[in-house]
């Protein structure tokens, strides 16, 4: 976002915006051993995969889609996402 926002309040209302729209899910001792066993190679990955699987979220939003390819859960970028929720920032 600081790339194509320049001024702060913009960034914090549009921030603030995705965080009403949007649930932050918990990364736990569980989900950290069982992210040990991925079918993905990058350990971070394989967290966020995990997590999201156990918390049944819709999809992965990333900018390396191909870092999620064996995701059980879709992975879609920055901009599918926004063309989705039709954010506005």
Same mark, same amino acid.
């Not at 729209?21 to 967290?47: C, H, M, P, T, W």
């Given at each position: 976002?600081?790339?194509?926002?320049?001024?702060?309040?913009?960034?914090?209302?549009?921030?603030?915006?995705?965080?009403?729209?949007?649930?932050?899910?918990?990364?736990?001792?569980?989900?950290?051993? &069982? *992210?040990?066993?991925?079918? %993905?190679?990058?350990? #971070?990955?394989?967290? @966020?995969?995990?997590?999201?699987?156990?918390?049944?979220?819709?999809?992965?939003?990333?900018?390396?889609?191909?870092?999620?390819? &064996? *995701?059980?859960?879709?992975? %879609?970028?920055?901009? #599918?996402?926004?063309? @989705?929720?039709?954010?506005?920032?």
């Amino acid at each position: 976002m600081r790339k194509s926002i320049q001024e702060k309040e913009k960034i914090r209302k549009s921030l603030s915006g995705i965080m009403r729209r949007f649930q932050v899910i918990e990364v736990n001792a569980a989900i950290l051993g &069982k *992210s040990l066993d991925s079918e %993905i190679n990058d350990y #971070e990955d394989a967290v @966020i995969e995990v997590s999201a699987y156990e918390n049944n979220v819709d999809c992965i939003v990333t900018r390396d889609i191909k870092d999620f390819r &064996k *995701s059980r859960i879709k992975a %879609i970028t920055p901009e #599918e996402l926004l063309a @989705i929720v039709r954010l506005e920032f």
